[in-house]
């Protein structure tokens, strides 16, 4: 039997189970703490891959793993579900909330990775229309949408209606425009190729467009140009100093560099355009005195990545903001370990927070796939396209994918579409399409409803309070037929 230490051993808080969560909560994995990682999800996400979930070679498990079972052998982590709705840097708790729960967790140190989400520069209502691309639901609802819209373009008798259809328009030429589009132009010529009647796949219009002047930018002029002529080998439309100004139901409106509007007719758009830091970036730096966040709400935090007056409270990943520091998986994934180490250099009495050396990241470069075999990836000055540069990728990926299991079947998987031309994933769920829009009207419906009515904001939970309400007062009024009711 184990003797528990009368003393209370440091605990660590990791909001996020991404690449800066999970990093984090591995790297304690033999020091003497208790970590509790909280996210809102279960799973962590490898986000590189999810346009390959959208177009249908990868399923979601493959990318997604389950925290808990990545996690179960590190006894000294607890894994939390639960959206983070408050951190009170007074009294050092963490508030997360699943359904109707709240839970307030302490902290000694606290590592903050709650990365971005999509930002449409404010233009949200854009996101009915125009999904983006940073969640499984969102991958998912892509594959919906695009394979649905084949589908569609087989059965209408409009000429015009199925020209909309096979119109697909990618808002975003950096590397997740880029992948997706040259996917999506793929899936249409080699996997879906003879399997219609009425239309020919390949006949679809993809459009990757932009209202920069170019694309792939941060990969310089002559990268961005090889990826540029490859897609256009492929079929695909670029349109750059095009500036969205309207999404709907139908289409997009464009503004032209010369200030003309036009119009694209197009049932699928995919947005992957902008970012915008979690809104637990401004939760913190409004709690620290002169912390700010700069305009994508990333938190400009210190040197040595924490607020202002708190050395025990770190901000890594997409959230942070630091000059030089791309919002990249390998930011995240030194952050969380520079963090991590000061926090272990805490715990032997080994830091002092006004002599810590900042944080320095080191740029092991990008890359991006254009299509099968072909890529572009840049390390320092040094530039690679063609096929050894997608070689690269691929390794690189596998390395970074999370699981033994999840490497081997992504292998079998990239086998099956590179090397032949089918897609192992292409089953499409009304659910997928429809319930992520569905449950937000729902959600926030009801939850207007029944907070004016001062009730759980569970949709679930609210039937069964109103069911048991019905119950109890037909059981007063009439008990009989209350009592012959619940028989049957
Ligand atoms: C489509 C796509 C393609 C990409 N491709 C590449 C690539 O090729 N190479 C590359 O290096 N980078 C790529 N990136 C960027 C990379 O994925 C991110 O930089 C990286 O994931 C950032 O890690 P993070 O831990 O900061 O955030 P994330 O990985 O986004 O994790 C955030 C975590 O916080 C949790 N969370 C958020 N809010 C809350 C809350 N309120 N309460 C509780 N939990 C919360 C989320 O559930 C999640 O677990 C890509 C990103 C996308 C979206």
Redesign the pocket.
Known sequence: MGIKSAKPRHHVVV???????LTAARALKKSDVDVTL????TH??F??L??QVATGILSEGEIAPYTRVILRKQKNVEVLL????DIDLTNNTVT?KLIDMNTVTPFDSLVV????QQSYFGNDHFATFAPG??TIDDALELRGRILGAFEAAEVTTSQAERDRRLTFVVVGAG??GVELAGQIAELADRTLDGAFRNIDPSDCRVILLDAAAAVLPPMGEKLGLKAQRRLESMGVEIQLNAMVTDVDYMGLTVKDKDGNERRIESACKVW?AGVQA???GKLLAEQSDGTTTDRAGRVVVEPDLTLKGHPNVFV????MSVQGVP??????IQG?KYATKLIKAGLEGKDDPAARKPFKYFDKG???TVSRFNAVAQVGKFEMAGFIAWLSWLALHLFYLVGYKNRFTTIVAWFITFLGRNRGQMAITGQMVYARTAMEKLNQKQAAELAAQGQTADPEKADYDKAQAEKAALNKAEPEKAESKAAG
């Open positions: 909001i996020g189970s991404g690449f800066g969560g909280i996210a809102k999800t962590h996400l986000q590189p999810l346009y639960g959206d983070v709705t997360s990775a709650a990365g971005a691309m940073k590397p997740t992957s979690s809104p637990l890594v990943g997409d959230l919002g990249m998986a390998q930011g995240a969380a990008s890359m991006a």
